[in-house]
Nanobody, 128 residues
C-alpha cells in the first residue's frame, strides 16, 4: 500500500521560508513522480511543482519560480519543497501527490488526475 505523508507547514511572516517534506512509501520501484499542489480558500487547487526521480525533471508554477525549489533525497524517499521569499498569496493548504506515470516537465502544467496517491495536506500561512 502506498503512503504519502507531508510535513513542514506552519505560520511564517512574509519574506520568510518554510520547507515542506513529502515522504513516500509502498512503491515497488525506485522511480516515481511527486507533485506539489496547493489550494487557497475559495480557489481551485493548482499545481505548484513536481519532481521526476527517474530523470530529475522539474516544473514550477510561474508565480513561484525563483522562490521555490524542489529536491529529492532518494535514500529517504522524500521530496522537499523549499519555499523562500514567501508572500501572503502563498497561503494555502499544500498537498503532496505521487504517481508512477505522471508527466513532469518544465513546460507541462501539473494535472491532478495524473496522480493516484495523495497526502492529507499541510497548511502554510504567510502573514503580511
Amino acid at each position: 500500500e502506498v503512503h504519502v505523508v507531508e510535513s513542514g507547514g506552519g505560520l511564517v511572516q512574509a519574506g520568510g521560508s518554510l520547507r515542506l517534506s513529502c515522504a513516500v512509501s509502498g512503491f515497488s520501484v525506485d522511480d516515481y513522480i511527486i507533485g506539489w499542489f496547493r489550494q487557497a480558500p475559495g480557489k481551485e487547487r493548482e499545481g505548484v511543482s513536481c519532481f521526476d526521480t527517474s530523470d530529475n525533471n522539474t516544473y514550477y508554477l510561474d508565480s513561484v519560480k525563483g522562490r521555490f525549489t524542489i529536491s529529492s533525497d532518494s535514500a529517504k524517499k522524500t521530496v522537499y519543497l523549499q519555499m523562500d521569499s514567501l508572500k501572503p498569496e502563498d497561503t494555502a493548504a499544500y498537498y503532496c501527490a505521487a504517481d508512477l506515470s505522471a508527466y513532469c516537465s518544465a513546460d507541462y502544467s501539473l494535472r491532478e488526475w495524473e496522480y493516484d496517491f495523495w497526502g492529507q495536506g499541510t497548511q502554510v500561512t504567510v502573514s503580511s
